[in-house]
């Protein structure tokens, strides 16, 4: 199998650990991706060289890859609670739903950096996207 292996120029391991954490084949790749998105998207994203892009986008990939590998976690360990003695047993339910809703948390977390994110990057404020005041603060007296 090693020689098999061998033979298409070796063999990477893109493995996350339990706290999210990436192997050093994992931070290649993850490299190798930034730099060629920056390449291509560096004026486009209002950069001023393809290393500030790089930055950025390596940046948004780590988020996006470690709270992807957070959350598949979670659904292992969840899927793998049913089979806890063969049944639902009300402390492996309590945790299932524990883990959901840090799961849960984590991507709402991670929505929300992506938005501010995106935000900054566009060059609007988020009063600005959010929209004008409900109530205004010079009300004409009634």
């Known amino acids: 199998m090693f020689r098999a292996l061998s033979s298409y120029g070796g063999c990477v391991g ?3 650990g339990q706290f999210s954490e990436a ?4 931070s290649s790749l993850l490299a190798d991706v930034a730099t060629a998105l920056a390449e291509s998207r560096w004026i486009s994203m209002g950069c001023a060289c393809p290393d500030q892009a790089k930055a950025l986008l390596s940046n948004e990939l780590h988020r996006e890859w470690g709270t992807t590998a957070a959350k598949y976690r979670a659904r292992y360990l969840i899927f793998g609670l049913k089979f806890a003695d063969g049944t639902w047993k009300s402390a492996a339910r309590a945790l299932s739903h524990r883990l959901e809703d840090g799961a849960r948390r984590l991507a709402d977390r ?13 060059g609007a404020s988020a ?9 205004p603060a010079n009300r004409p007296a009634g």
């Open 14 to 16: 893109l493995v996350f």
């Open 23 to 26: 192997s050093k084949d994992v």
């Open 110 to 122: 991670a929505a929300l950096a992506t938005l501010t994110t995106n935000l900054r990057r566009d």
């Open 127 to 135: 009063a600005a996207w959010l929209g004008p005041p409900r109530y």
